[in-house]
């Protein structure tokens, strides 16, 4: 009897682990993919984005450019800059607003704009220059002043167009369903679900292994299962294997300046799992090693006769 319910137990613990090691995989690829949403992953992963070579990879924006009469050094100059980078840290925060079904009005104000021109007035001036060159006519000092002057008039209408359009965003996606799913994505309920499936499933195996704490050797043989493949994918996402996929699915060189960043941001957050599991398997074997070396020292005690057994 006591063989067929350990041949039943090894049944049940075997089909249990591989739902597991499901669940193990799906989780921190899930983590990654859903922490883009997150405001400092978001605001990172677009000011990672090199957007002056997303310009000069785009041959049709480069000649949307020109006949605007806008030289692509002064778009390449802009974008590279870091008014640019101020600017769209807080708008990444406003579009997080947007997937959330949460803005009002944007996060660049007339006081922040007026810091940022304060900050980087030097090459707000350089840039003013490459776009207008009949600025060229006034002084630094005097270019300066005038943008200067010029700012509390021209941000309210800034400002104005840019909640316009986000919010005109916002009513898309809540019209189409897609705020609700990013709020779903971006919230902590799918990968909490994930990770309490996770431990019922890692509880049922163990008490289907409860034997000499034979539970844990499979635990930690299922998460280093699992964590291979997460290993593999996030150091796939991180490398130059990403870049000749990505090319080959998407010719088009200026998507790939701005997927790349974003495939990078997802690869370290999978790594990071993949490495959690490979340590938690480890762990869980070397428990399992160590609680059978103190077994085993125990059953050699207690089969050594004592001196006065001998005597």
């Known amino acids: 009897m006591r063989a067929f319910f350990n041949v039943l137990g090894i049944i049940a613990a075997t089909l249990l682990s591989f739902v597991l090691i499901a669940v193990l995989i799906t989780a921190p690829i899930w983590q990654g993919f859903s922490g883009l949403l997150k405001p400092d992953v978001l605001e990172k992963t677009i000011t990672s984005i090199d957007l002056a070579e997303v310009v000069a990879e785009s041959s049709d924006l480069q000649q949307a450019l020109i006949d605007e009469g806008i030289a692509p050094e002064a778009i390449e100059s802009l974008l590279s800059s870091n008014t640019f980078d101020e600017v769209v840290a807080l708008l990444s925060k406003d579009a997080l607003q947007v997937t959330k079904g949460q803005f009002s009005t944007t996060a660049l104000t007339a006081d922040e704009l007026q810091d940022i021109f304060n900050r980087n007035k030097a090459e707000i001036v350089s840039l003013a220059r490459q776009f207008a060159p009949e600025t060229n006519i006034l002084t630094d000092d005097q270019l300066g002043r005038l943008l200067e002057t010029s700012l509390p008039t021209l941000a309210?209408?800034?400002?104005?167009?840019?909640?316009?359009?986000?919010?005109?965003?916002?009513?898309?996606?809540?019209e189409e369903g897609a705020a609700k799913a990013l709020q779903l994505a971006a919230g902590p309920i799918v990968i909490a679900v994930m990770l309490g499936t996770a431990f019922v499933l890692a509880v049922l195996i163990f008490l289907c292994r409860l034997r000499n704490g034979e539970g844990l050797i499979w635990l930690g043989v299922d998460s280093i299962l699992a964590a291979l493949p997460?290993?593999?994918?996030?150091?796939?996402?991180?490398?130059?294997?990403?870049?000749?996929?990505?090319?080959?699915?998407?010719?088009?060189?200026?998507?790939?300046?701005?997927?790349l960043p974003v495939l990078s941001a997802?690869?370290?957050?999978?790594?990071?799992?993949?490495?959690?599991?490979?340590?938690?398997?480890?762990?869980?074997?070397?428990?399992?090693?160590?609680?059978?070396d103190r077994r085993l020292k125990k059953q050699r005690a207690a089969a050594t006769p004592s001196m006065g057994e001998i005597a």
């Not at 996030?234 to 701005?258: C, D, F, H, R, Y």
Request: aromatic share 2%; glycine share 10%; charged share 10%.
């Open 156 to 174: 309210p209408t800034l400002i104005s167009e840019i909640d316009k359009t986000l919010l005109d965003l916002q009513t898309d996606l809540e």
């Open 230 to 259: 997460v290993l593999l994918l996030g150091i796939g996402m991180k490398s130059s294997m990403a870049m000749s996929v990505g090319t080959a699915m998407l010719p088009q060189q200026e998507l790939m300046a701005v997927l």
């Open 266 to 292: 997802i690869g370290t957050t999978i790594l990071i799992g993949g490495a959690v599991l490979l340590a938690l398997g480890i762990v869980l074997i070397a428990g399992f090693v160590l609680l059978r």
